[in-house]
Nanobody, 114 residues
Framework: QVQLVESGGGLVQPGGSLKLSCAAS????????MGWDRQAPGKQRELVAT???????NYVDSVKGRFTISRDNAKNMVYLQMNSLKPEDTAVYYC????????WGQGTQVTVSS
């Protein structure tokens, strides 16, 4: 049974930073593509970043240069370091696995506001 548990969300001022963490279980983590999606109020869910087994990363254009995704295969963890946060980054952030077949966690709220 796949389980993805996110943590690290919260309220931050514009220009601030947050680091999200995701603990994965029930999957062959090192063989999976891991990523983060987000869904803002009234908007469709979008894929923010992915990290493949070889360390290749991809980002949606709106976060390039500000967000960094990383993984620790020994700990079955994936992270999203978010810097220079903007109000438009406000959303629920979901950890995602693709092994193949996608699974998502319950999400963690990120609010960027002064």
């Amino acid at each position: 049974q796949v389980q993805l548990v996110e943590s690290g969300g919260g309220l931050v001022q514009p220009g601030g930073s947050l680091k999200l963490s995701c603990a994965a279980s029930g999957i062959r983590f090192s063989f999976c593509v891991m990523g983060w999606d987000r869904q803002a109020p009234g908007k469709q869910r979008e894929l923010v970043a992915t990290t493949a087994t070889g360390g290749i990363t991809n980002y949606v254009d709106s976060v390039k240069g500000r967000f960094t995704i990383s993984r620790d295969n020994a700990k079955n963890m994936v992270y999203l370091q978010m810097n220079s946060l903007k109000p438009e980054d406000t959303a629920v952030y979901y950890c995602r696995s693709y092994c193949p077949g996608s699974s998502w966690g319950q999400g963690t709220q990120v609010t960027v506001s002064s």
